[in-house]
């Protein structure tokens, strides 16, 4: 398990310093550009999903310790190709709306979006069929060179050539990354004698189904507040500003990549541990100690930033960007609030997708709310993050209410 949670924060420090390195190296106006795209394309993956990615976040793993593993992968083929073709058909709208003039889109935003869109569901995808197998091994690999790939690609092409050059890189590598994935499956799907017998579809547990589209509509309204706040911020006081707050807000995106790591593991062995009936005593998947560790680290993470303002080097970035004291402490405080990922997976396992859907449709028209009012008023990267933290904090207070009442 330390082997595993070494190599994942690894993979996931390259993103973090293929970021960072981005903010230093690029115009603020430039980087601010990358990060709005990068959000709205992010979102894309999401939406076209329309149900189908989130399924398989529960699906999977249930059929997986049923023995179902051949048709997990036919399944997984079948979602590929019809995400596939939505985008195609999305891409196309695109072009016309841009030719057109419908929209004030370029052909380059449409192809950027369409394209790195579709990597981000096809990688989601992937990314629940290597969980429910529980190879850590296998996983590591995938996102660790999935996340060499992105840092020796999107890095140099931001520099050279811009945001597009940026979000071009992402894509070049992540379609490698979904190469490498698609590579390893067909080892990992295998029939062996260790396979459990495949149970009949009678008595596998029909509710499989059951809450996905509950859950694909949550995860919209929490993408509102974290990928869509960036282009949010952009056109309401600047690309320049928006990359001020995109910089801020690494403080908590370094905390879901931790998070990331603790439910890549964890997740699929809460869902199987509740399908088949049996209790998981293991403290590593509690979710108190899980919040205590991530509000020490998030209180390290503050500290570190606030001490790197004054670093000879790093201290230019901060200036670059105009970011203040109360701008990271904010920052620190949502980072904390990542550990909603880990409670929504514990009832997930329970059927209760709703719960989280109304937690996060709270936490949705909160950022809806508070973002608009800052926006009429112009108001500083502060009241935006403070915004966005009030969002969390409302998701976070009625998951844990929910956690509690159903454990």
């Given amino acids: 398990m330390t082997r595993f949670v070494f190599w994942m924060l690894l993979a996931s ?4 310093i293929k970021l960072l390195a981005l903010a230093y190296a690029m115009p603020a106006h430039d980087y601010g550009q990358y990060l709005a795209h990068f959000g709205i394309a992010t979102l894309s993956g999401s939406l076209m999903s329309a149900g189908l990615v989130e399924k398989t976040i529960k699906a999977y793993p249930r059929q997986w310790v ?9 399944d997984a083929v079948r979602i590929g190709r019809m995400l596939a073709l939505r985008f195609l058909i999305a891409g196309a709208a695109g072009m016309v709306a841009s030719f057109s003039g419908l929209a004030a889109i370029t052909p380059h935003e449409v192809i950027w979006t369409a394209g790195l869109g579709l990597c981000t569901a096809w990688l989601a995808l992937l990314a629940s069929l290597y969980r429910a197998v529980g190879s850590q091994t296998a996983l590591q690999n995938f996102s660790w060179w999935r996340s060499a790939a992105t840092l020796a690609m999107a ?3 931001g520099w050279l050539l811009g945001w ?5 890189g992402d894509i070049v590598a992540n379609l490698f990354g979904i190469g490498i994935a698609i590579w390893q499956l067909p080892g ?9 017998a495949a149970l009949p579809e009678d008595s596998s547990g029909t509710h499989v189904d059951k809450g996905h589209h509950q859950l694909y509509l949550a995860n919209l309204a929490v993408s509102a507040v974290t990928m869509v706040d960036k282009a949010w911020v952009s056109a309401a006081i600047g690309a320049a500003l928006a990359g001020a707050y995109g910089v801020v807000m690494l403080i908590p995106q370094i905390a879901q990549l931790l998070v990331n790591v603790v439910v890549q593991h964890i997740g699929p062995l809460v869902i199987k541990f509740a399908h088949l009936k049996q209790r ?10 899980q919040a205590a560790l991530l509000a020490a680290f998030s209180l390290l993470l503050t500290v570190g930033a606030l001490v ?11 200036a670059k960007f105009a970011i203040s004291n109360l701008a990271l402490v904010l920052a620190g405080l949502i980072a904390a609030g990542q550990i909603y990922s880990v409670i929504e997976f514990h009832l997930i396992a329970r059927d209760r997708e709703r719960d989280v859907l109304i937690a996060s ?11 608009a009012a800052a926006a009429a008023t112009h108001a500083a990267i502060e009241w935006f993050i403070a915004a966005a933290g009030a969002a969390r904090w409302s998701q976070v207070w009625l998951l844990r209410r929910a956690y509690l009442y159903r454990a």
Avoid at 188 to 196: E, F, I, S, V
């Fill in 13 to 16: 420090a390259m993103g973090f």
């Fill in 66 to 74: 049923t023995g179902r593993r051949r048709a997990m992968l036919t």
């Fill in 155 to 157: 890095l140099p092409a």
């Fill in 164 to 168: 597009q050059g940026a979000i071009g």
């Fill in 188 to 196: 990992l799907y295998k029939d062996d004698l260790t396979a459990p």
């Fill in 280 to 289: 998981d005593t293991g403290k590593v998947s509690a979710v108190g100690l």
């Fill in 308 to 318: 790197a303002k004054h670093l000879p080097y790093l201290d230019h970035l901060f």
């Fill in 361 to 371: 449709a709270v936490s949705g028209a909160v950022f809806l709310g508070l973002f």
